[in-house]
């Protein structure tokens, strides 16, 4: 069993920055692949970005891309995620997955195996 635990979110102003951490138990981490999501109120959850276990490749939505940077450390089993230009739309619970099924999407929510618990980012105008 893998657990993931999210940390660094809170209340930011518009145009400011976070730096989200998710440290993973388990000493299998380096080989997963691990994603960022966030769920607004009354809105679905939504892919924000992945990361190859290797952390050679790295996919974003659109929505953030240019803005939100992923990237890990595996030798801390964490996974980051920093967000910069922050904007109220932004405003999300945000939530850290592991360990990608083999062959899903790396957009596909039901394809990882593992969730955080979430951390809130606030963006306030």
């Known amino acids: 069993q893998v657990q993931l635990v999210e940390s660094g979110g809170g209340l930011v102003q518009v145009g400011g920055s976070l730096r989200l951490s998710c440290a993973a138990s388990g000493r299998t981490f380096s080989s997963y692949t691990m994603g960022w999501f966030r769920q607004a109120p009354g809105k679905e959850r939504e892919f924000l970005a992945a990361?190859?276990?290797?952390?050679?490749?790295?996919w974003y939505a659109d929505s953030v891309k240019g803005r939100f940077t992923i990237s890990r450390d595996n030798a801390k089993n964490t996974v980051y995620l920093q967000m910069s230009s922050l904007k109220p739309e932004d405003t999300a619970v945000y939530y850290c997955a592991a360990n990608l099924v083999a062959g899903r999407a790396v957009t596909d929510i039901g394809g990882y195996r593992y969730w955080g618990q979430g951390t809130q980012v606030t963006v306030s105008s």
């Open positions: 990361i190859r276990y290797s952390g050679g490749s790295t």
